[in-house]
């Protein structure tokens, strides 16, 4: 499986923006995918995750309630719809996918994207 995250840009605080997360590969409609995120200097942190099927998701708490995790499995792509940006939100975004739901532990996920960079200006 390969993943190709896109979407990201320069956006002020309180804007929005969507990331797709492209995979290639027949069986990515089997995979649990995770969003996660690294800003410079920092470890990486996980966003948020959902299952093959879509029926179920998980959120960081920073970010509950303000992003979503959502796929269609007919076009191989998982999207992350981000509002009320905010500049701590500022980081490289990165999909990754699993053939097992992992949830935010990001050693379990086998394949990732190349990231997409996430900047929110104050």
């Known amino acids: 499986v390969q993943l190709q995250a896109s979407g990201g840009g320069l956006v002020q605080a309180g804007g929005s923006l969507r990331l797709s997360c492209a995979a290639s590969g027949r069986t990515f409609s089997s995979y649990a995918v995770g969003w996660f995120r690294q800003a410079p200097g920092k470890e990486r942190d996980f966003v948020a995750a959902?299952?093959?099927?879509?029926?179920?998701?998980e959120y960081a708490d920073s970010v509950e309630g303000r992003f979503t995790v959502s796929r269609d499995n007919a076009k191989n792509t998982v999207y992350l719809q981000m509002i009320s940006l905010k500049p701590e939100d500022t980081a490289v975004y990165y999909c990754?996918?699993?053939?097992?739901?992992?949830?935010?532990?990001?050693?379990?996920?086998?394949?990732w994207g190349q990231g997409t960079q996430v900047t929110v200006s104050s």
């Open positions: 959902i299952t093959w099927s879509g029926s179920n998701s």
């Open positions: 990754a996918a699993a053939a097992k739901y992992v949830g935010r532990r990001w050693t379990g996920y086998e394949y």
